[in-house]
RNA sequence: GCCCCCAUCGUCUAGAGGCCUAGGACGCCACCCUUUCAAGGUGGAGAUCAGGGGUUCGAAUCCCCUUGGGGGCACCA
């Protein structure tokens, strides 16, 4: 039996940090065992489910290398694979096929229950503090009784006949797993009186006629397991492999939710986490490789993931280890992906200056280039470009004047060091403007006053960059140029006579 | 309320009876490097393996109970 797993988002919000990684695992898993790896829509939820999101899923996904092999059309691309259509609304012939049969077999019945009494039968069995369960009201109508209720109006709903009896099946994550059919609520709605059909009856049809072998989920879909299971055998299909992942979760260890946290793919994107941290962070998050090795590609992943290697216990969020991650992975990107990845970052920061009315250069990729070995380092995020080089682009430049003047010095002082400083860097600027010669030449200075080299430096710092944290100093200087440099330092010794 | 799952440093985890006086990573602290910020290096604090019973010569690892946490119990997915 060939193994075929899938993803079955669902359009009802963008993609969320659980779905990518239900996903992540599903994908890995199939390309670990050379299996199929399948992506159907599951947008019966009409009332929640919109194009927006869908198309927000499926970029997601794609942009994080998460492929598959078999999917619904999109974007022009025809669908792919030989069990479509993969969007649910596009399969409900299948499902009302699927209902008609377990009718006739009475493994299903016509349920004439309404809103109002369920409700009733609920808020009763709250008062005796029992489970909730459907009483079984229509469980055994009459013909006669059925057609009295048809006369009256009413629109059936379709319900699954539980049964009685103990559901066992063997986790690839948790092991056996059995659990009685009375703790499963009653006889279940598998279709709505409107005529379309509900979650637990679709992914099964579904599942059974897309031959999936493995169903990889999270493990708020373990409960729900024996109803599936239940369902499986009443269509006659073999019931595939379950593997229940453990729950990401909030701070506070509940299930992660938008409440609580970030959940959106595309914010984290949005921050400048790149895809391949984001991977790699999510495959640790439940799975782990046995040895002490933590960088992983997806493909490295593919080649390594076991589901005997997931490990049982939910995994809180933890948003620092993401960030050394993505630090360990923008060190790694070649110069020009980095700078094609950095560069909107920077624009977007050099656009709203300009909107503050700035006068602003707007870079290319020629001009980022140069300064990768000053940035790379110093990027937990993309958009961390923007406060490191942005004053290189901007004519002006907001000196809060006390930022000028280093703790050990006061204002005439470091008035005084940045005229000298201003004469050695126009002195060795007219030879050759390189940070060797510039070090070389203010350090004499330094030794020359008695001063200590990091307050002349620091000075100079926030005179040409307005910031006391910024990349190195003389590599600074250089990208910022002569003309510039010496500008800004002038204007930095007037601002300190405003301090006088 | 009922059912199910889970339980190792703050967090992610290694550990599948003796290799564990429990290893790694993030974060934190210190030192080194150093013009700032990072990065990197070194070291450190941090887990009586939730608690209690067993089984065993021996238990973080197996069993039971308790406690705690989570999830599920819709004409949502």
């Given at each position: 039996?060939?193994t075929?797993c899938?993803i ?12 990518a990684r239900t996903a992540l695992f599903n994908f890995l898993f199939a390309r670990h065992v050379g299996g199929?790896f ?26 994080l290398g998460i492929t ?146 493995h169903?990889i ?26 593997a229940?992942l ?33 991977v790699n962070?999510l495959a640790l998050l439940g799975w782990?490789p ?6 992983f590609s997806l493909e490295q992943l593919g080649e390594r993931f076991e589901l005997?290697r997931v ?190």
């Open positions: 039996m060939a075929r899938r079955a988002p669902s359009p009802t919000g963008p993609l969320h940090i659980g779905t199929t399948v992506l159907r829509i599951e947008d019966t939820d009409v009332a929640r489910s919109t194009l927006g999101n869908e198309r927000d899923i499926l970029e997601g996904l794609h942009w598959w092999d078999e999917g619904p059309e999109v974007a022009g691309q025809p669908a792919r694979g030989p069990y479509g259509p993969y969007r649910q609304m596009q399969r409900l012939d299948l499902y009302r096929t699927a209902s008609d049969r377990l009718l006739s077999e009475d493994k299903a019945y016509p349920c004439y229950c309404t809103p109002d009494e369920l409700a009733a039968d609920r808020a009763a069995q709250e008062a005796t503090h029992q489970p909730p369960r459907y009483v079984g009201r229509c469980a055994h109508l009459t013909a006669e009784q059925r057609r009295a209720r048809e006369a009256e109006g009413r629109r059936p709903a379709v319900r699954f006949r539980v049964g009685e009896g103990v559901v066992a099946f063997d986790d690839l994550i948790r092991g056996h797993v059995e659990i009685d059919t009375t703790a499963l609520g009653g006889d279940l709605v598998i279709v709505r009186s409107n005529g379309t059909p509900l979650y637990h009856f679709t992914v099964c049809v579904d599942d059974a006629a897309m031959a999936i072998s169903v989920r999270g493990e708020d879909h373990l409960s729900n397991t024996p109803r599936h299971i239940l369902l499986f055998r009443a269509l006659g299909a073999d019931v595939p492999t379950f229940h453990p729950l990401i979760l909030n701070a506070d260890r509940s299930k992660m939710s938008k409440r609580k946290s970030q959940t959106a793919i595309d914010d984290y994107r949005a921050e400048g986490f790149i895809k391949e941290a984001i962070y782990s046995g040895t002490e090795e933590e960088i005997e490990h049982s216990g939910g995994a809180v969020f933890d948003r620092e280890r993401l960030e050394w991650l993505n630090g360990q992975w923008i060190r790694r990107l070649p110069d020009e992906d980095l700078v094609e990845r950095v560069l909107p970052y920077l624009v977007t920061r050099l656009e709203e200056r300009r909107a503050e009315g700035a006068t602003v250069h707007m870079p290319s990729g020629d001009d980022i280039v140069p300064l990768l070995p000053l940035v790379r380092e110093r990027l937990p995020l993309l958009g961390s470009i923007a406060d490191l080089v942005d004053f290189l682009f901007v004519d002006e430049l907001a000196v809060e004047p006390a930022l000028l003047v280093p703790k050990r010095w006061d204002v005439a002082t470091t008035a005084a060091a940045l005229g000298d400083a201003r004469q050695v860097i126009a002195d060795v600027g007219s030879i050759s403007f390189e940070a060797d010669e510039l070090e070389a030449g203010l350090r004499a200075l330094v030794d020359a006053r008695g001063w200590k080299a990091g307050d002349l430096f620091m000075a100079i710092r926030v005179a040409i960059t307005g910031r006391t944290a910024t990349p190195p100093l003389f590599d600074t200087l250089v990208a910022l140029g002569l003309e510039r440099a010496l500008a800004r330092l002038d204007a930095a010794r007037e601002a300190l006579e405003d301090l006088t």
